[in-house]
């Protein structure tokens, strides 16, 4: 005897689920497995019947009625954790020959990752700050500004890989279409050779990435004495040896 399909299982639902719940797992789970929403996937099809096939059963109030006498008393529910089905939901998907196309029809697929219509832009694409700056003023200010190009809202972090560069530290958020701007700041005092920093911004589906560069920067030279040959030491030396003189 065939087992008859669990329609429960197939909406990822318990059988204690209401009319309400019922009604909306079906329409979440078409709107994912429906074929024209997966090109190219021969089993959508499928999926999507065994969802409809479920659903006009679950969906009329007569029919579930039916369906449910001839399963028989519900069983008592397994611990679950809240949030999650509770393991007497997969025990039933288990027992299905097809239970395979049940788990495709309940689950949903990863999400893919996000294409921006346009790349952000950001602005300027690199900074350059001067030796000349740092010494007229002990921080020199520079703005950066990100424009969102697509329609999607950009979020993201912002970070800085060197400590002389002072600047936002942590989440930002543009709009579809809007944008948004950063002061950073490079400190004088605390430039290190060889110069080079630079500032990361890292959103969904996007990083950014724009350099900082010291102009004109050297690294301090260490003050050499001068060349033993010329010192006073060295002259005394040229000499030769201090003769004694014998009484």
């Keep these: 005897m065939t087992r008859e399909t669990d329609h429960y299982a197939v909406l ?3 059988r204690a689920a209401t009319d309400a719940e019922i009604k ?4 979440a789970l078409m709107r994912e497995a429906h074929p024209d929403a997966n090109a190219g996937d021969p089993d ?3 999926r999507a019947a065994r969802i409809n096939a479920a659903y006009e059963t679950l969906g009329n ?3 579930r009625r039916e369906y449910d006498a001839r399963r028989g008393p519900a069983a008592a529910p397994r611990s679950a954790t809240p949030g999650r089905r509770s393991n007497n939901v997969y025990a039933h998907w288990a027992e299905q020959q097809d239970w395979e196309d049940i788990v495709a029809a309940a689950v949903p ?3 893919p ?3 921006h219509d346009d790349d952000p832009l950001v602005v300027p694409e690199e900074i350059e700050v ?3 700056e740092l010494k007229a003023t002990p921080r020199v200010r520079r703005n950066i500004t990100i424009r969102n190009r697509c329609t999607c809202t950009l979020r993201g972090g912002v970070s800085t890989s060197e400590p002389w560069v002072w600047g936002p530290m942590g989440k930002f958020e543009a709009a579809p279409g809007g944008e948004v701007s950063f002061d950073i700041e490079v400190v004088a005092s605390k430039v290190r050779f060889p110069g080079l920093s630079r500032v990361l911004f890292v959103a969904n589906g996007w990083t950014g990435v724009v350099p900082v560069k010291i102009a004109g920067f050297e690294s301090k030279t260490r003050r050499v004495p001068p060349a033993a040959t010329s010192s006073a030491w060295a002259r005394g030396r040229a000499k ?3 003769q004694v003189r014998s009484r």
Excluded at 24 to 27: G, H, V
């Design 24 to 27: 909306r797992r079906y329409r």
């Design 44 to 46: 959508s099809t499928r």
């Design 12 to 14: 990822g639902l318990q």
């Design 130 to 132: 001067t030796m000349a």
């Design 61 to 63: 109030r007569e029919r």
């Design 240 to 242: 030769g040896p201090r």
């Design 113 to 115: 990752a996000h294409i």
């Design 109 to 111: 697929s990863k999400r």
